[in-house]
């Protein structure tokens, strides 16, 4: 897709293939996904070619805290400071963890420097760790947003992915908003799941948002799935990923594999599209985690293995 893209008529699809954000319009304007700092400035470019202006901006959404989510929104917060933050109930601990916050930011330079390293972005703003992250107003199960003229964004939980991750319904246009909480996506053709959380709940967000069944998935990651057949198709081969990888972990335990040995397989041969733009050990972490929520899923103790 080429960026901006026109989702719908009132839904503007910005930032890049890798890091998504997307422009609602109601009577005001929403912004939901918050990408990496590294996509700030083509963003703002953006929204100028799109002759938006700032005070036409009232919300920006967080559908979950992970870095690459969030970090465009402390500079729009910083220079347009009415612009209210809406994200999970959960995400008021997360918010006011210094420590937790340390850790956010310092993947966001992290990202950010491989983007500059590869010529991807020239120049991204400078951004010091939070005390606090703002938090203005908190949403759960069936929270409503309103941005007037029938745009009403209704909230669901859809964790599995993050604790907090929520997906946003615009039922006037069909439209779900699903974070990463739909699983790993590379195109064309690559599927796995994510479940950094928890398994189960990953399986159950799936099965609720294909209970949904949209005409159209905007994702946070490579752009949107437009359609019903493509969304039903995509939401279905996401949840088939989650049976494939339970099958090979159990399948290379029951084979004698230590976790490291699984962890350095998978490491090698699924680390694609925007994962190959974080650091090698943070990497070989997050599946080593994937491979653990696995077997905890089974009852199986990682100790020993």
């Known amino acids: 897709m ?12 910005l930032g890049s293939e890798l890091f998504n954000l997307y422009l609602v319009k109601g009577e005001t304007c929403a912004i939901i996904e918050g990408g990496v700092s590294g996509v700030t400035y ?21 559908l979950h805290s992970h870095f690459d989510h969030m970090m465009v929104f402390p500079t729009l917060k910083g220079r347009y400071p009415w612009m209210k933050i809406v994200t999970s109930d959960l995400n008021r601990t997360i ?16 990202i950010t ?34 941005l007037g003229k029938g745009m009403k964004m209704k909230f669901l939980e859809i964790p599995g992915h993050s604790p907090d991750c929520v997906g946003a319904f615009l039922e006037h246009e069909g439209v779900l908003f ?33 209970a949904i069944d949209p005409e159209i998935l905007c994702r946070g990651h490579y752009g949107a799935m437009i359609g019903k057949d493509l969304v039903r198709k995509h939401l279905q081969r996401n949840r088939q990923s989650i049976e494939n990888f339970k099958s090979f972990v159990l399948e290379k335990i ?33 599946w080593k985690l994937l491979i653990q929520r696995t077997l905890e899923h089974f009852g199986i103790e990682m100790e020993g293995r």
């Open 2 to 13: 080429h960026l901006p893209f026109q989702v719908t008529k009132n839904i503007t699809l």
């Open 42 to 62: 083509p963003f703002l470019e953006q929204l100028t070619d799109l002759n938006v202006p700032p005070e036409a901006i009232s919300h920006l959404v967080i």
């Open 95 to 110: 918010f006011t963890s210094e420590k937790i916050l340390a850790k956010i930011f310092d993947f966001d330079r992290k």
């Open 113 to 146: 420097l491989a983007l500059k390293e590869r010529n991807m972005i020239s120049e991204a703003p400078t951004l010091q760790s939070y005390n606090f992250f703002p938090l203005d107003i908190t949403v759960q199960e069936g929270s409503v947003l309103d």
């Open 178 to 210: 699903c974070s990463d909480g739909a699983g790993f996506y590379t195109p064309p053709d690559f599927f796995r799941p994510n479940y950094w959380y928890r398994l189960d709940d990953a399986e159950k967000s799936l099965d609720k948002m294909k």
């Open 254 to 286: 029951q084979a004698g594999w230590s976790v490291e040995e699984i962890t350095q397989d998978v490491t090698m041969h699924f680390s694609r599209g925007f994962l190959e733009f974080f650091p090698a050990e943070e990497n070989y972490r997050l």
